[in-house]
């Protein structure tokens, strides 16, 4: 009885197989026909137009495209990508930003020391609190930039005019989430920078105390518009606690509302803009 | 022969479509990816911040407002708080949601163009990578304590003296007495903008009545106030001059 030569690949064979491309077909046959693939998935993807199609619409998150757009549209050179990019960041700091509500607490006596805890004990915490922080600061240069392209393209002419303004609201209130977002550090940055940006509110024409025409309206150092944005006269406790729930529920709910405006009236207006 | 090419362009026309699944997912995904990555080795090599325990009795020296917003703290130096910290916010905002009710150009809607719309990314440019972005800039790197200027290489010396030598404009011209200088900076104020806007509504005469007269006279009074900044700045630095207008009330 011969025994039976072992199956020795022929080398030169193979070499045409990968030259010529089909041994990735033939790779991917191997493994969508093996039993452990067949198995889980219970079916396989067609890609036919029909299928393209019901990818989209048939998916909650993805239906928030049109199923088609113009080619112009793919172009990285025309959108940067800037919109989709910044919210990308938003996302990001509201997934990062509520584990660290889990650990901190918006008091005068606590906000700092709960810093430091969730920098030095928190497994993970300081990188929790670094992604938060600088998909922040982030999100304020793409959020700008985004605004810079969409300028330069023109894209705020007709119809879309009504989406640039909420692109300003929007870039208004990601200034204001970032600036809120600053004093919760309760460290001598944030209570100073925050001083600095609320001593404006002083000179707020007839409404602050220091403002022109104060002394026509009779507002003072503790009841005028500075003080109604801090709760008292100096950036204190209550100034914590308003800029975290500011930071934390309003500002973020206005301008998640305003994102699915602006997102449904791209597609109102068309798509994106472009040369046609 | 001419009859079949109008429906040919048609079909381009619609053929010019793509799906979005896989066309546009795929950008996205990989542009998600690539951002994710790039915040988290961000984060993972560079820690936020995080400085002494607030202290009300301990004023640090400069003390500055976070970085975006740092050009408006630099316009302080040139205007009082009244504007820097709150009319020009407001401008700012209000001045960038009217740009399309403004912009009547129906050139260059939806592709880069500079040539066929000059003058708008002139002004555009000039808002924000000078007055925004630059004064940023300078604002992070360059102001030391006491706010005043300092190059990257020198010290900052918290006890620099800048000897205060500035002037009110009517001063500059010899008027001392006080309710005469008021009323000569109110002239010169209402000057400027009476005769940029007559100048701008007698240059651009031909174009009242396509564009209407509200649409001219606010985009002047916006662009009138934006040149403005720009020569009280060069007013401050060239010539020490303060204000052009005191009054008991504002000061500009
Ligand atoms: C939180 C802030 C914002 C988010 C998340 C956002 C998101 C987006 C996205 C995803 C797009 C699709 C195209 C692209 O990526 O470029 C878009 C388009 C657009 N955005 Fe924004 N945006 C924001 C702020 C702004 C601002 C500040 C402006 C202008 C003042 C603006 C005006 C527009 C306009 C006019 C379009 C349509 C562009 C076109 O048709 O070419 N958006 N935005």
Partial sequence: MATKKPDVPNIAELMEKVKSGKIFGEIAKEITESQIWTSTFRHGYADTPRNRVLQIASNVWLHLHPVKIHRHALRIKFTWCMGGITFLLFLSTVVTGVILMFYYRPVGEYAYFDMKYLQYDVPFGMLMRNMHRWAAHAMVITVWLHMFRVFLTGSYKPPREFNWVIGVFLVTFTLLLSFTGYLLPWDQLAMWAVTVGTNMARATPFLGHEGPFAEFVGVTPRYDARSVLLGGSLVGPPALLRFYVLHCIFIPLVAGALMIVHFWRIRKDGGISGPL | ?252
């Avoid at chain 2, 048609?10 to 066309?23: I, L, R, T």
């Avoid at chain 2, 985009?219 to 008991?248: A, D, E, H, S």
């Fill in chain 2, 1 to 252: 022969m001419a009859a079949p090419a109008p429906a040919k362009k048609k079909v381009e026309g619609v053929a010019d479509k793509v799906h979005v699944w896989p066309y546009l997912v795929r950008i996205e995904f990989l542009c998600a990816i690539l951002t994710i990555l790039a915040l988290a080795v961000w984060s993972i090599m560079i820690d936020a911040p995080l400085e002494e325990a607030a202290n009300p009795t301990k004023t640090p020296n400069p003390s500055k407002a976070p970085w975006y917003f740092l050009g408006l703290q630099d316009i302080l130096v040139y205007f009082d708080p009244w504007f820097a910290g709150v009319v020009a916010p407001v401008l700012i905002i209000v001045g960038l949601m009217l740009i399309p009710y403004l912009d009547v150009n129906p050139k260059g809607n939806g592709y880069y163009t500079y040539t066929e719309r000059k003058f708008a990314i002139w002004v555009y440019c000039f808002g924000f990578l000078v007055l925004w972005i630059a004064l940023i800039i300078m604002g992070v790197f360059l102001r030391g304590p006491g706010w005043n200027l300092f190059m990257p290489w020198q010290y900052w010396d918290p006890h620099k003296v800048v000897a205060l030598v500035n002037v009110d404009l009517p001063y500059a011209f010899g008027v001392r007495e006080y309710t005469t200088a008021a009323w000569t900076g109110f002239a010169i104020v209402a000057a400027y903008f009476g005769l940029g806007t007559g100048a701008y509504f007698f240059m651009e005469r031909k174009a009242i009545k396509s564009v209407g007269f509200l649409r001219m006279f606010i985009k002047i009074q916006l662009l009138l106030i934006m040149v403005g900044i720009v020569i009280k700045i060069v007013l401050r630095l060239g010539f020490n001059i303060k204000y052009i207008m005191v009054t008991p009330w504002i000061n500009i």
